[in-house]
């Protein structure tokens, strides 16, 4: 490797030395603080170099990290597995998004290389190239099955075989394809192989859909098309390992990046939240359930407000109130979580085994996740496993259990993290993890024994649990008395579990099973049911029946969801039975519940009640968690006697997961009768009164239009647009006269039906006070009407020039529409001369900076434009700022579109922890230069109605029907979708070039050393 060192004093080279020889081990003693305090000493460059890979690191104080592979051997690595013999697998990403980082691409495309010890020091010695391909870019998931190796790149899942054993590639075969987020870390994700023969994946929320080999759609379990008809945003799935038989077991993910299954069949998963909105979780896979990144009914943003709506932004973030989201196991704040494993290995420390290991890029750790279980659900605690505390360059991109149980971490090696940065195309480090002085050596397989392939079934690493799963299916019949002996025998229960689901395929399958529903471990009995559904219902009824008066909550919720769709009288039964056990304060439970009811709840609230249950907490669960119109009457009865309004708002919440008109006929009845006194409890039931049925009630009308909160400004704008209420145009236009509101007012009135005409009557009649507090009002609007009345009133003669002024200074100031008509307008010389200066002075604060330079063009004086001169990158992170002076920078410069801890404008990313996130240079990076990484949830999009008007901003939310954009200065303008032509993402941010030219050098150090302090706490 290269020795940056070369030149400088000879102490100093002699370190770097010591740090190349002696810091590829490293424990948490005075040999990692040494490290660290040589780490201090060097540039920012020195200490990226490969040489002091470790030094920057903190591993857990029973455990060793050592160092397996660096660059030049492998670059920006993402994805990982390790196969039987203990060779490491690596998807490189050198082509990683150039459209937006703009870096160079290879035209030979991407490589999946093996990294092999031969010689037995710990360390990669052998580099292979298995394939390398010009359409292999930035693949994002690996899986060495044998002789067979599953490759995720959206938009295919490939397979790909080494048919003659040479590690090259011979054949290449599309297994999936169609699959969204190309060159996006949204979209495909890696697949892992499950205990029960069959393989886990997962989609982010790019993918969208799922296509086979032949370009038809993929149906799933209940045979329905899987894309975005029936499923939201990211996906979990399960299939055969031919790829047959898939199944979604879980929906409504942002981006759910690995998904890591137990031996008893469990699945654990991570999620990413949108960036700085510290919302990042983990999750207990509910088969079958929804996750709620976006409104389950509407497919609305979580940050559209709603009813019952959490009271803090990580938890707003997944619809945590709302029924039908399950819980999540964990939050554990902002980060960039990636690869994820269950850790079933003896080679690490008892406190890790068994347990959920995971990488999150964002924070630069790998942690465990201990879980114990609580009701029907879990708890979780946190234990650091390694820490990049003195090197923010550690992007921990997947974690992977090797052969002998030790555990490597593929590590990204970048200031930024994935699509958010992309500062480097050349590093990249494989780690180690394994307790100290640990060699790391393979031993052989025997698989040509039902006892040695046992062996291999018993092994930590999933490769090898592969080969010895596919031998023994190899071996049939003859196989299976060695199996059950070994089962009859096995102490460990995890490895017996996995004996399990290969006796459960054999002729006395059923027979497992139901013993295993006896057995003393829940556990056990959980996965007892998991294989016993896979099942016809009528095969494992009976042993339901007995399943339900289980002791242990955990053992009734898996039971509950192996109901989910099973269409039957008897399934009616047992589901009615488990309901009447939910005791009113375990949502796990309920949500359990709700998956086992999904489709049928018709039938499974009507066996529940009747079995006559009391008026409980428990009961105002399951009525709260209910989609059938059955469950009116009762929600409206807890409406009507709820005392305080925080008790009646889940209640107004569930009526939005009820089908059908009859919920709006008895809230206008509520409204009329017991509401009448609590003008808080009308607004909210106005609220969720369906729009057509307004439109087709006269009555509910006229209900509706009397009780309006007129001293809510905003409020009464957007219900009036929501419900079409065209009689109030006048009152609308008293909000625009009245200066305080205006611009909501304005945007509701050209949305109703003859607003325009209303406008332009209401401004031709009008005084001077009522034209210049109408140019107030539409000046932001930037629709081909606003912007024409605008024109024409700079135009018109006969009008005072005060008017006129007003006009042209407010010409411009909508994004993008009226910036655009400036500039063209200007062009063409069709801006009289007086009003050049007003009109300039409408775009001066453009949020693109080529609008602004090109508008000062036509100014008659010279106009200084001068750059502000900084450094090269190199030299700038090097320079020490003062953080304190940055605050006053930030305030200044960044808080119109930026928070920290809630102050500021909301429509950029969150900064309040921006410093665990990224490293100075790619806090340098993004100011410099904003369109090199996009932070994925912030991207541009340009938005074209039919009647031509054009906006431009980031999409919070989006359905069949509506869009929502939040514009630049956090103001929010929705869409109808049948009311656009064309909704297309754009390359630029919506963070404009050139930022840092309008302040110095000492203040872009003194903000970046600001923004730096904030950590995460």
Known sequence: MKNSFRGRLSILGSLCLLAYLGISSFQKNEHQRWGQTLLDSLTESQKHEASNALAGLQIDPELEITTFATEPMLKNPTNMDIDSKGRVWITEAFNYRPAIAGNPTNPAGDRIIILEDTNGDGKADNQKVFYQSPELNAPLGIAVLDSMVIVAQSPYIWRLYDDNHDDKADRKEIMFQGIGGEQHDHGAHAFTFGPDGKLYFNLGNEGKQLLDAKGKPVLDQDGDIIGPNKYKQGMVFRCNVDGSNVECLGQNFRNNFEVAVDSYGALWQSDNDDDGNKGVRINSIFEHGNYGYTDEMTGEGWSVKRTNMESEIPLQHWHLNDPGVVPNLLQTGSGSPTGILVYEGQLLPTKFQNQIIHADAGPNVVRAYPTKAQGAGYTASIINLVEGVKDQWFRPADVTVAP??????????????????????????????????????????????????????????????????????????????????VYQNEKNPRLKARLFWLLTQSPDGLSYIDKALTNPSVEWRMMAIRAMKMRPFDAWKAMAQRVVKDVDFQVKRELAIALHHVKNTEADAIWAALASQHGGADRWYLEALGIGADRLWDTRLAAYLALKPADSPAFRDIIFRARTPLANAYLFQFLKEAKALNEKLRYFRALDFIPGDEKSALLIQLINTHLKQDAAATLIAIRHLAPEYIQKNALARKTVIGLLPKSDVDEFTKLIEKYNLVELKPELMKIILGNKGGRQAAKSLYALAGGNDFINKTFAQGNNTVKRSIIDAIRWQGSKESIALLNQTMMN?????????????????????????????????????????????????AWRKGVRVEANTYLSATQSNAKA??????????????????????VEQCAMCHQINNEGIDFGPKLSEIGSKLSKEGMYLSILHPNAGIGFGYETFEITTKKGDVYQGIVTSKNETDIILKLPGGSIQNFKTSALKSVKQIDNSMMPDGLADGISTTELTDLVEYLSTLKKK
């Open 797 to 845: 003669n006969k009008l005072e020039l005060i008017v006129r002024k007003d006009a042209a200074k407010g010409i411009g100031n909508s994004y993008p529409a009226g910036e655009d008509f400036v500039l063209k307008a200007l062009k063409d010389k069709q801006i009289p001369a007086k009003f050049i200066p007003s009109v300039v002075e409408s775009v001066s604060k």
């Open 869 to 890: 001169k900084h450094p090269a990158l190199n030299d700038l992170i090097n320079l020490k700022g003062v953080a304190q002076n940055g605050i006053k920078v930030f």
């Open 404 to 485: 002998d149980g030790s555990i490597f971490i593929d590590d990204w090696y970048d200031p930024g993290v994935g699509g958010h940065q992309a500062g480097d195309q050349n590093k990249g480090r494989i780690y180690r993890i394994a307790p100290k002085n640990t060699p790391y050596l393979i031993k052989k397989l025997h698989l040509g024994s039902p006892m040695g392939a046992i062996t291999a079934l018993f092994n930590p690493n999933l490769a090898t649990r592969y080969v010895g799963y596919k031998a023994l299916q190899s071996f049939g019949e003859k196989a299976t008395k060695d199996i059950a002996a």
